[in-house]
């Protein structure tokens, strides 16, 4: 038996899995597409299949999974709206069961936040909030240098903080929540709600948009993007005000796709936040992208929540 850990990050769009390290060395990755499973079974079996070949299944220590709605204490995956799978999943059984190893899973947002605490931007901070921007939007909240769990496993739902009264409709079933704005799919949405109104933009041009060449045409100043892109952090921003009121972090840490685009959408983040923080906080909270390498994050979390 090796010390190697297999990570796993379930995501709407991607499953991406590798083989870590206890150091934090990455020895494979690679990602499935999540709509190509049915059941969760059926990406286990595929994931073991795949890394058996490789001769990775039966040689490792154990098993990391990061997932939305992923619930610490019972190992499950409870009502996901932006997964295919719907209920309540066992996820970390079904590994168990399959790879006969522990298998620990919690909040993708939670796990992303040990991964900045153990490896990343995290590691000099006892107080920090670590965001996730992807599909959705979560949370892991750092306090005295504690996760904080939560009753039930489910603290950090920060992505369903309603933002807007009535709304925009959330896979969650409520309107209006922080994630419909703020995500990968916010983004979408604010082009679809905003692109008839610039009929000159340089994102006509191109035959499917999305959100990384949303940014990218930004970056050329077409007015749309920047539009789009300012009302995104805008919006997070005056969100990340209010969170300040319930933890009073030493920073916020943005992880994900959109944290990714750049320093300017942190730093435009950063500038609506302080707008809106409450004086008592001025100029005391940090706004930082992601600490560890963009295409490896998500697992370093993953692999993280194993080690903690």
Not at 203 to 215: A, K, Y
Not at 232 to 259: H, K
């Amino acid at each position: 038996m090796t010390d190697n850990i297999l990570a796993v990050d379930v995501g709407g769009t991607n499953i991406k899995f590798g083989i870590i390290s206890t150091a934090g060395e990455i020895i494979y990755k690679n990602s499935f597409k999540t709509a190509s499973f049915p059941e969760p079974e059926d990406f286990v079996e595929e994931l073991f299949i795949h890394l058996d070949e490789l001769g990775y299944a039966r040689n490792i220590t154990g098993i990391g999974v990061g997932a939305p709605n992923g619930n610490y204490y019972k190992g499950t995956i409870d009502f996901a709206p932006n997964l295919p799978w719907k209920g309540i999943i066992p996820l970390s059984d079904i590994f168990k069961f399959r790879f006969n190893t522990k298998a620990v899973l919690a909040n993708d947002a939670n796990a992303a936040a040990i991964g900045e605490k153990i490896f990343g931007a995290g590691k000099h901070f006892k107080n920090f909030v670590s965001i996730t921007l992807g599909t959705g939007l979560g949370s892991g909240i750092i306090i005295d240098d504690q996760l904080l769990m939560g009753t039930n496993g489910y603290a950090g739902e920060f992505g369903h903080i309603r933002m807007i009264n009535n709304g925009r409709k959330c896979n969650c079933g409520r309107y209006g929540c922080l994630e419909t704005y703020a995500s990968a799919t916010g983004v979408m949405r604010t082009y679809e709600e905003l692109k008839t109104s610039y009929t000159g933009s340089s994102l006509s041009g191109h035959e499917n948009i999305t959100p990384e060449i949303i940014f990218l045409e930004a970056k050329n100043n077409d007015e749309l993007a920047n539009k789009i892109i300012d009302y995104t952090a805008d919006i997070l921003g005056s969100a990340l005000a209010d969170f300040a009121c319930f933890s009073d972090p030493e920073a916020f840490i943005l992880f994900g796709g959109l944290a990714n685009s750049g320093n300017e959408f942190t730093e435009k983040v950063k500038m609506a936040m302080e707008n809106n923080l409450l004086t008592i906080f001025k100029g005391k909270i940090a706004v930082r992208r992601s600490g560890l390498e963009e295409s490896s994050a998500a697992l370093m979390g993953a692999a993280a929540l194993y080690l903690s």
